[in-house]
C-alpha cells in the first residue's frame, strides 16, 4: 500500500514535496498442530487431530497433508482432512506422523506438526467358564477355552490355581 501527504500551511502555502509511506502488508504463515502424543491398543482405530492448527491472519480455509515418518506403514482414512483415521497395528509399535498446513494463499506453515502414536499390547482376557454344582466325588473339568487375547497373540499359557476349599488335585493346571 502507498500513501502520500500534502501539507498546506494557514496561509495556503503547500509542502515543495508531498511525504510518501509505502505499508507492506505480509501473509502470516500458519500454525501446524498435529495435537498430543496418543498411547493406543493394538487393533483399535486411532484418530489424528490438527484441530489445533490456525492462521494468525485469518486465511481460512487451511489445507491438511498428514505423512507418515515411522513405524510399520498404515492406510489414513485420509490424509488431507483434519482428522483422519486408521487402524492400530496388531503389535507394539510407535508411530511417527507429521502434519503439514497451508493456508488459502498457499503459504505453509513453517515447521510440520508432529505426533507420536504409541501402540500398546492389550491383556489377554481369562475367561474360567460357567460356576457349576457337582455332587461329591463326581470328576469335574474345568474350562478356560473361551479365554482370548484380542490383539491375537497366540498361543495363551494357562495356569489354574486352587484359591479356596478343601484342597484338590488337578490332572494339569496348565491345560485349558
Given at each position: 500500500?502507498?500513501?502520500?501527504?500534502?501539507?498546506?500551511?494557514?496561509?495556503?502555502?503547500?509542502?515543495?514535496?508531498?511525504?510518501?509511506?509505502?505499508?507492506?502488508?505480509r501473509?502470516?504463515?500458519?500454525?501446524?498442530?498435529?495435537?498430543?502424543?496418543?498411547e493406543?491398543?493394538?487393533?483399535?482405530?486411532?484418530?489424528?487431530?490438527?484441530?489445533?492448527?490456525?492462521?494468525?491472519?485469518?486465511?481460512?480455509?487451511?489445507?491438511f497433508?498428514?505423512?507418515?515418518?515411522?513405524?510399520?506403514?498404515?492406510?489414513?482414512?485420509?490424509?488431507?482432512?483434519?482428522?483422519?483415521?486408521?487402524?492400530?497395528?496388531?503389535?507394539?509399535?510407535?508411530?511417527?506422523?507429521?502434519?503439514?498446513?497451508?493456508?488459502?494463499?498457499?503459504?505453509?506453515?513453517?515447521?510440520?506438526?508432529?505426533?507420536?502414536?504409541?501402540?500398546?499390547?492389550?491383556?489377554?482376557?481369562?475367561?474360567?467358564?460357567?460356576?457349576?454344582?457337582?455332587?461329591?466325588?463326581?470328576?469335574?473339568?474345568?474350562?478356560?477355552?473361551?479365554s482370548?487375547?484380542?490383539?491375537?497373540d497366540?498361543?495363551?499359557?494357562?495356569?489354574w490355581?486352587?484359591?479356596?476349599?478343601?484342597?484338590?488335585?488337578?490332572?494339569?493346571?496348565?491345560?485349558?
Amino acid at each position: 500500500l502507498t500513501f502520500t501527504l500534502t501539507v498546506t500551511d494557514s496561509l495556503g502555502l503547500p509542502a515543495p514535496e508531498p511525504g510518501m509511506v509505502v505499508i507492506t502488508v505480509r501473509n502470516q504463515p500458519p500454525v501446524a498442530d498435529a495435537g498430543p502424543d496418543q498411547e493406543v491398543d493394538t487393533l483399535e482405530t486411532v484418530m489424528l487431530d490438527g484441530s489445533g492448527s490456525y492462521d494468525p491472519d485469518e486465511d481460512y480455509p487451511l489445507h491438511f497433508r498428514w505423512d507418515q515418518l515411522g513405524g510399520p506403514p498404515v492406510e489414513l482414512s485420509d490424509p488431507t482432512v483434519v482428522t483422519p483415521t486408521f487402524t492400530a497395528p496388531g503389535d507394539p509399535t510407535v508411530l511417527t506422523f507429521t502434519l503439514t498446513v497451508t493456508d488459502s494463499l498457499g503459504l505453509p506453515a513453517p515447521e510440520p506438526g508432529m505426533v507420536v502414536i504409541t501402540v500398546t499390547n492389550q491383556p489377554p482376557v481369562a475367561d474360567a467358564g460357567i460356576d457349576q454344582s457337582v455332587n461329591t466325588l463326581t470328576e469335574v473339568t474345568l474350562d478356560g477355552s473361551s479365554s482370548y487375547d484380542p490383539d491375537g497373540d497366540l498361543p495363551l499359557a494357562y495356569l489354574w490355581t486352587q484359591t479356596g476349599g478343601p484342597a484338590v488335585t488337578l490332572s494339569d493346571p496348565t491345560v485349558v
